[in-house]
Every structure is written in C-alpha cells, then in structure tokens.
C-alpha cells in the first residue's frame, strides 16, 4: 500500500514543485528576464557588432557582454591568483619577521608567477576562440520573447534551413537560448560544445570504475566460494568435544592421520547413536564416512518421509548435544553429534563432498570453518564496500565537471546520478550476483555464469541468503549511514579549529576571510548519496524491515546536522534549481519499483497455494524431484532399503547396525575420489506458480500498479507536453517594464547593493 501512495504521490509532488517554481520565477525579476545567450559567433566579433546585428533585427539593445575566454585559460589565470595571494602572504610574512630568514619563499613563488605568465603569452598566441557566446540584454521582455520566438529551431532547420539574411554576417549559423541565472552560469564551459564523446568518455571511466569495483568484490567472495567448495571444519574444536588429541605438523598426512584418529574415536560411538535413536518402525543409522540414514519399515512411507526423517535426525542429535539430560539411553549420546560432523568432514569422499557441500555446512554449522556470520567476516566485507563507495564519493563527482556543462545545476545533477549509478550497482546487483549460484536457478545463463565468474552460492532468497549476503547488505546501509554523520561532525570540528588556527596564524586579511568561510556545501554529492541510500533500502526492505529503521534515523540526523552545516559552517550554496528534486523523486519511483519486484520473488520463495486454482503441494513443481535427490549422495546413492533383509538384520542381531554397514559399503562406501559424482539436480524456480500465489500475487498486482501508474503518468505528461515549446516561451512573459525603469525602482534583483 506504501508503495502504491508513493507512486501516485510522486506525481503529484513534481506538479507542486513545478508550479512552486513558477510562482517563485514570476514572483522575482533577475537579469536572465531580459536577456538571452547566443552562442556560436565567430572569434573576432566584438561587442558593438552584436549590439547592432540584434538591435537593428528585434529592438533596442541596453548591454551585450561577450564571452571569449577558454576554459584552460580560466584555469590557468584561477592558479595566477592564487599565486598572487601566497606572494602577499609570503610578503607580509617577511616584514612581520623583520626581514629576517631571507625572502626564498617570495622569490620562489614570483619565479613561479614569470613563468606561468609566459606560458599564458604562449596560449594566447597559437590559441584564438574558435566559440565566443554573447549575453545580450534587451531594453524590454517582449524584445527578448521576440528573439527567442524567431530563432526557435529544430536541429534539421539549424543546419538546412537557416534564411541566409538571419545569420550573422549573412553566413555564421548561431544558437539563440534562454540566458541561465548570472549566479548559475559556468562561464568557463560557454565555448565549449555539447561534444556526445565527453559524455560517451564519462560514461566509460565509469564503467570503468565500476569494472575496478567488481574485481574488489569478487576478492571479497571468493573467500566464501573456496569455503563452499571444501566444507571443511575445525578439526581441532572437534577434537576438543570428542575429547581426544589430534596429530598436526605432519605436512600433507596430517589430515589423514586425523581422519584415522577421529574414526577411531567415533566408528564404534555412531553405531551407537544409531541404535540410541531408533524407535517404533523408524530405525536409524549413521556409520562412518556416510550420511545420516533414516529407513522406514512401515510400507506407507514414502521418499517424503525418509528424507524429513533424516533431517529430523540430526536435529534431533543437535538438540541432544546442546542438552545432554535430553539425549536418549544415556548422557553419553551427547557426542553423537560432534562425531556425525566429523564423519562428514574426514570419513566422506572428496567427490561426494563437493557437490554436497551445503547439506553438509547446514548440517553441521557450528564446526564449519569460516562458515557464514563465523569471525565476523560479513562485517569485514560490510566496512570494505562501505570504504570503496566512499572512495566513489571522492573520485566520482571529479568525472562530472569533466563534460563542461554550462550551468552550476547540470553539474549538480550529473554527481547525483553518477554517485547513484556507481554505488547501486556495486552493492545491489553485482556483490548480490556473485553470491548468485546461476547454475542453480537458470540454466540457460551459461555465457554470463562464466563471464562474470557468477559461482556463488544461493540459487534463490533462501533463508541462509539472508544471514550472509542480506547480513552484508543490511550493514552497509548501516555503516555507510555512520561514516556520513562521522563526516559531518568532522567537517564541523575541523572548521571550528580551523578558524581557531587561523585566528593566531593569518597573516593577509584574504587568508583570514577563508579560515571563516567554511567548506563549501556539494548539493549534488550528498543528494547522491541520500539517493543510493533510499534506493538501496526500497530494494531491500521487502523482507528486511529494519532498513526502515535505520534509514528513518539517518533522515532525522542528515536533517538536523546539514541545517547546523549550512546556517553555521559551510558557506551558503547558490540557489539551486529543481531538476535535481525531479530527479531524485524519478529515483524513489524507480525504487519503489524494485521494492515490488524484489518483494515479489523474496516472499513468493516458499510455496504456496495458487489464489485461483489452489492446488496441493503434490502437484507444484517444487515436488518434481524426490527429495533424496538433494539428500547427501543424491538418489543414485541413497536407493530404496530392502525392508525384509532390515527386519531379518534385527531379529539376528538386536539391531539394524549390521544393515547400515552393508548399505552405506554397497553405496557411498564403494565411490573413490576419481569418481564423478553428480550434484543435486537444478531447483525448480517456479516461474510460471510464483506469481499466482498468495504470497506473490499481492507484491505482483503491487509492481503492476506502479509501473502502470508512472507509465500513464508519463504519457500524460508528454501529451500535455507535446509542441508546446512555443507557448512555454510566451507564457514565461512577466508583463515587465524596460530593464532601466526596473533597475531605477529597485525591483529587479542584484541592481542594489546592501
């Protein structure tokens, strides 16, 4: 339902946000009312050409400022200034002294100076504008409407259809836009074309980057394929609780030195357990080197009951070690466990091992080595993706200035998306993917399982997902909300101590203006980052509801510590339009999307019956297999018990230990370690029962509803929308009056100063 209010909101918030910005727009005169950017001029106009050309074609001109000046030049002459400043300090620091020390700072920093200053000469020489744009400012509003009017052109008439008496000089094609606000304008990048390779080039180093962090990644989980494939155990906890001292520091016997001693200390002991645990028509047995084995002498036992007995075995002998005075026969039982999972891990054939290694650690999770959640490794692996994505936080944003947007805001939105793109893929689908088991889930993605080194673990959200990669997961929401409030407090620490060293050590009057400004504000990196976070949580939240806790704190100590940041430390940001608000309100649509289908496929994992034609377990697809086949050995291994020779084997003997013996050497005990053991058979994904369940049906009508809300939403949108260009152009008219009589009243914003 949550979802559904969001997706019909969203809506509803960017017609508000628009209409606030209309009122604000048509509620404020600033210069941009009466002015328009003309790019494209050629390099030698100068200002009263322009002045005349657009004068003499829509009306009076009252001021024209030309931009000529190349980005590298800005650049160069920001490094002269800055240079200037630390000769005055230098300078001052000198006299201050008492000219003592000598001036070898001054002189360096004025060599430095000479020698920047001819390396511009030479830039200025060999370089001339190849772009100069123009901020023309007209006396009146309708002037510059008429402007815009006339010189409304697609890309096809820019080119083919462009009346030679409308150029520039009768021959020079030129743009004609609305001028962005002076105090957003980049006027560096106003020469600079709209160039596809620059976005393209971005792009690719984010990929790149993207590329480097999946390598990371994938370091971090092959710790965890190399403990899928083995399932090997403590052997010297084993040890401990059986009570007997293994050999070690024998080189490669010694682990078939302690396979020897440890079947020698449990052989007789599980034959034991098996008797211990035998009741009624169920007889169980566990002989070394073999599996748990539950038969059934009652003939209406089927391959259902074998396998739940099997498993009901171990708990049962689970249940028994952590509570010795519950273990049948006598309290001695109580190593019937620890001797089980010895069997497993020393007495089992390599070829049986590792296609059946997750029956094996789930059976016996306490003794794994390094087992899921054990040493805190998902911790470790948490707090490392949380420092990659804050080394994204520095590195990232630097990629946005590279395609030389024109305005403040574009680049804002470009770091908002960049940060967004490079963490979501990196926690929510590529450490999710490489703990995926495709081979298990699909089988018809081979090309990618290998690409992508796709080896993992987890076929499906099954609930030991959830304890390893959902554990990570839910931490690096966690941490990554920590180290944001560690880095404000930082940020306003260290200005506060700032400003106190700069009170004792200033030396210019411009050094001492900076230790009180503050750092600046980024909008766009920490909307990017507020973004990843809100999507990160609405993907996961469906079956992980804590996220909601942890991201409603991060809420309230953002808000509470970005409003002391901004009226107290940092310096006022400019104002910021609302694309970037458009755009993180796409972001929780989109989200809201992925939480649907997430949810969705999360809770349709267990069965369940069908909403419309409800039907028995029997008929899923859940139940093609029969359960022996995922069973330790799978079905070749674990055949149907002869059910007169058991009954014979316990009427000589007393019990069905000679029995067990016979079948476990008739099977598993005959396989060698250059057999090829199949692994159990693929789980059935229910692609075609999923969705019609009770458990999917109302994450799938959820997902149905959002999508087809924002879909309808945007045609709307875009019906509404359609050619509506020239109109958007009038209607934005103010009814001013001319630019003098604004600025003599006072009325126009920026004219006066306070």
């Given at each position: 339902m949550g979802s559904v209010i969001v997706a019909i909101v969203a809506p509803i918030i960017i017609i508000l946000l628009n209409q606030t910005d209309t009122a604000l727009s048509r509620g404020t005169v600033t210069l941009r009312d009466y002015t328009v950017l003309?790019?494209?001029?050629?390099?030698?106009?100068?200002?009263?050409?322009?002045?005349?050309?657009?004068?003499?074609?829509?009306?009076?001109?009252?001021?024209?400022?030309?931009?000529?000046?190349?980005?590298?030049?800005?650049?160069?002459?920001?490094?002269?200034?800055?240079?200037?400043?630390?000769?005055?300090?230098?300078?001052?620091?000198?006299?201050?002294?008492?000219?003592?020390g000598g001036s070898g700072a001054k002189d360096a920093i004025e060599k430095r100076i000479i020698k920047l200053d001819k390396k511009l000469a030479r830039i200025k020489s060999r370089t001339r504008c190849k772009r100069v744009s123009a901020f023309v400012t007209?006396?009146?509003?309708?002037?510059?409407?008429?402007?815009?009017?006339?010189?409304r052109r697609s890309w096809f008439a820019y080119v083919f259809n462009f009346p030679r008496k409308e150029r520039f000089r009768t021959k020079v094609r030129f743009l004609v836009r609305t001028a962005p606000e002076p105090h957003d304008v980049k006027?560096?990048?106003?020469?600079?074309?709209?160039?596809?390779?620059?976005?393209?080039?971005?792009?690719?180093?984010?990929?790149?980057?993207?590329?480097?962090?999946?390598?990371?990644?994938?370091?971090?989980?092959?710790?965890?394929?190399?403990?899928?494939?083995?399932?090997?155990?403590?052997?010297?906890?084993?040890?401990?609780?059986?009570?007997?001292?293994?050999?070690k520091d024998r080189g490669e016997l010694t682990r078939d030195a302690q396979a020897s001693q440890f079947k020698t200390a449990c052989q007789t002991r599980l034959n034991e357990c098996g008797v211990a645990f035998s009741s009624g028509t169920r007889f169980a047995g566990v002989p070394w080197g073999a599996p748990p084995l539950v038969f059934y002498t009652d003939p209406m036992a089927d391959d259902h009951d074998r396998a739940y007995g099997q498993q009901n075995f171990v708990k049962d002998m689970k249940l028994c070690a952590g509570e010795p005075k519950r273990c049948p026969v006598s309290e001695d039982m109580a190593k019937c466990y620890v001797c089980h999972c010895a069997s497993q891990s020393y007495g089992l054939p390599d070829a049986v091992v590792k296609p059946y290694n997750k029956a094996i650690r789930d059976a016996c999770e306490p003794y794994v080595e390094n087992g899921p959640g054990e040493y805190y490794q998902w911790l470790w692996n948490s707090f490392c993706i949380v420092l990659m994505?804050?080394?994204?936080?520095?590195?990232?944003?630097?990629?946005?200035?590279?395609?030389?947007?024109?305005?403040?805001?574009?680049?804002?939105?470009?770091?908002?998306?960049?940060?967004?793109?490079?963490?979501?893929?990196?926690?929510?689908?590529?450490y999710p993917l490489l703990n995926a088991?495709?081979?298990?889930?699909?089988?018809?993605?081979?090309?990618?399982?290998?690409?992508?080194?796709?080896?993992?673990?987890?076929?499906?959200?099954?609930?030991?997902?959830?304890?390893?990669?959902?554990?990570?997961?839910?931490?690096?929401?966690?941490?990554?909300?920590?180290?944001d409030v560690i880095r404000r407090i930082s940020t306003d620490l260290y200005t506060k101590l700032r400003r106190k060293i700069g009170v004792a050590t200033a030396k210019t009057q411009k050094k001492l203006n900076e230790a009180f400004e503050g750092p600046e504000l980024d909008i766009g990196t920490n909307c990017g980052d507020i973004a990843f976070k809100v999507l990160l949580v609405l993907t996961f939240s469906s079956s992980m509801p804590l996220l909601y806790l942890v991201l409603a704190m991060f809420f309230v100590l953002t808000y509470i510590y970005?409003?002391?940041?901004?009226?107290?430390?940092?310096?006022?940001?400019?104002?910021?339009?609302?694309?970037?608000?458009?755009?993180?309100?796409?972001?929780?649509l989109f989200g809201v999307g992925m939480h649907c289908l997430l949810g969705f496929w999360m809770w349709s994992y267990h069965w369940a019956p069908d909403v419309f034609k409800p039907k028995d377990i029997s008929e899923s697809l859940i139940t093609k297999h029969s359960p022996l086949a995922y069973a330790i050995g799978g079905l070749d291994y674990n055949p149907l018990h002869n059910n007169s020779m058991l009954l014979d084997t316990v009427r000589a003997t007393g019990s069905a230990t000679e029995y067990f013996l016979n079948y476990h050497s008739m099977n598993i005990g005959r396989i060698t370690d250059g057999d090829s053991i199949e692994g159990p058979p693929r789980v059935p994904v229910r692609f075609v029962e999923r969705p019609w369940s009770e458990t999917g049906m109302p994450f799938m009508v959820m997902m149905i509803t959002v999508v087809g809300a924002s879909l309808l939403w945007w045609i709307a949108y875009k019906i509404q929308h359609l050619g509506t260009a020239k109109s958007k152009i009038i209607a934005d008219r103010k009814n001013l009056p001319h630019l003098h009589n604004a600025i003599a009243a006072g009325i126009l914003v920026g004219s006066t100063t306070d």
């Open positions: 003309v790019s494209g001029l050629p390099s030698d106009v100068n200002e009263e050409e322009v002045r005349c050309f657009f004068a003499l074609k829509y009306g009076m001109v009252a001021d024209v400022t030309l931009v000529k000046t190349e980005c590298r030049q800005v650049n160069k002459q920001r490094l002269r200034l800055k240079l200037m400043e630390d000769y005055d300090e230098a300078e001052a620091a000198l006299i201050a002294n008492g000219n003592r007209f006396e009146k509003e309708e002037t510059k409407i008429e402007c815009l009017l006339r010189n006027f560096e990048n106003l020469n600079m074309s709209n160039k596809v390779w620059r976005r393209l080039a971005v792009w690719l180093a984010v990929s790149a980057i993207v590329c480097f962090c999946y390598l990371f990644l994938r370091l971090l989980v092959d710790e965890k394929e190399k403990r899928w494939h083995s399932a090997s155990m403590n052997g010297q906890l084993l040890a401990d609780e059986i009570g007997i001292v293994i050999v994505n804050q080394i994204l936080t520095m590195v990232v944003p630097a990629l946005a200035e590279l395609e030389r947007f024109k305005t403040h805001a574009q680049t804002h939105v470009r770091k908002t998306e960049l940060i967004l793109i490079a963490k979501y893929v990196n926690v929510a689908l590529i088991n495709l081979t298990q889930a699909a089988k018809y993605m081979p090309l990618l399982k290998q690409i992508f080194r796709l080896r993992g673990e987890y076929p499906d959200f099954e609930p030991e997902w959830y304890n390893d990669v959902g554990l990570v997961i839910f931490f690096v929401v966690m941490l990554s909300v920590t180290f970005d409003w002391h940041l901004l009226l107290h430390v940092c310096r006022r940001p400019e104002r910021m339009k609302i694309s970037i608000v458009k755009y993180v309100i796409r972001v929780l």
